[in-house]
């Protein structure tokens, strides 16, 4: 016997909630969790390019801003050695994250940062409405 197939939609406030929830991933920066940030740019077609643009702009905001705050010397008394070594990995990150941005803005994606590989005429993927 076969598996039955079930179609399923998003209702308006499940698209609604998406939506922030991708927003959020892109926009709030994390010095411990990456994955959020993972997620959202794996959705990021899901959002206008204009809506993507504003997002992203913001995450660079307040990525230099933690830059800015993490990025004063510390000493080995500050924490242990391996603490260390993983602020000073989130902060090579979190330096060279906007750089590959930019990178790809001067390329003309368009969106300001990802480029999109999709085949030529094909439909940008949206957050379907509900039935």
Known sequence: ?????RSTS?????????????????EEVS???RTAFSAAICLLPLLSPARAL?????RRTALEQVVADLGTPVGPEAAPPHALRMVTL???LAIAEPGLAARDDRAGSGAGTCRSTRPRGRRRPTIPAGR
């Open 1 to 5: 016997m076969g598996a039955r197939s």
């Open 10 to 26: 998003l209702t308006d406030s499940g698209r609604t909630e998406l939506e922030r929830l991708i927003r959020s991933g892109l």
């Open 31 to 33: 010095t411990v969790d």
């Open 54 to 58: 504003r997002s992203l702009t913001r």
């Open 90 to 92: 989130w902060l090579d």
